[in-house]
């Protein structure tokens, strides 16, 4: 079992627009696809799937359990939802989408009901989103080591979390970069543009070639066929030691997203 290096992200995509960049996305070469109980477009992923005619067998679908389907009786039963949604008789991630401290649910509890869904084929690997190190413990802790696949966490040039990221690689958990384009920031960049002429690429290929070649995997969005196609073409891009050297220059601690109530004490 393992995590697909790349994928497509699908936040803030809803009704056609969703559908058409999974189907552009499928049809250019995707196999996996990033989904999640709160961006309310399973159904619409379930749709491109469907109509894309690629075997289930080929595909890799994540979907994040939402906050509110925390507790032990709803965890199981929002996945199950989650499966007609999508139109798949099981996951193969399912991920914690927020560790929520103080949401009134333990950790232990939601952890243990995410490994239930596991237990009941319902999801394949399981594994956590926006953990930071000691949480990231305690969920270990709760399901037994070598359970965990991977900690989806925001990740980019300019918020390359060293420290997390080493914790993960020390534990064998995946790193799953999301934003890894900071959501559009980095692709101004003047060091990634000029490392991205060098080499006849685009920005956003140098930026998911920098995650790619830290071992991360990637799950950019994109509501365009050429970006997502071009996106793709990253996996061909290899930077030297000095171009990762000035990417890791970047670093900036510019994180755009820390929903409160949500997010925990970042490292
Ligand atoms: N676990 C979590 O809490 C969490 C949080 C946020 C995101 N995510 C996941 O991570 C995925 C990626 O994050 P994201 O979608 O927020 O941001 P992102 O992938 O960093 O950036 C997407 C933005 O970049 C643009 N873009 C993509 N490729 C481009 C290219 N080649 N050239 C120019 N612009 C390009 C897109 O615009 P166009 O449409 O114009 O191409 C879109 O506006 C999400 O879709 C979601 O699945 C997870």
Partial sequence: MSIPSFGVGTFRL????????????????YRAVDTAQIYGNEAEVGTAIAQSGVPRADLFITTKIWTENYAKPKLVASLRESLQKLRTE??????????????G???AEYMAALAEAKALGLTRQIGISNFNIELTKQAIAAVGP???????????????NPKLT????????????????????VLQDPVLTRIAAKHQATVAQVALAWALQLGYAVIP????????ASNLLARELRLDADDMAQIAALERNGREVSPAGLAPVWD
């Fill in 14 to 29: 809803t009704g056609q627009t969703v559908i058409d960049s999974v189907r552009n996305a499928l049809d250019v070469g």
């Fill in 90 to 103: 099981y996951v193969d991630l399912t991920l914690i989408h927020w560790p929520a401290p103080g949401n």
């Fill in 105 to 107: 649910v333990q950790l």
């Fill in 146 to 160: 070598g359970e965990i696949a991977t900690n989806q966490i925001e990740l980019s040039p300019y918020l390359q």
């Fill in 166 to 185: 080493a914790y993960l690689k020390e534990q064998g958990i995946a790193v799953t970069s999301y934003m890894t384009l900071a959501y559009g920031k």
């Fill in 221 to 228: 969005s994109s509501t365009k066929r050429e970006n997502l």
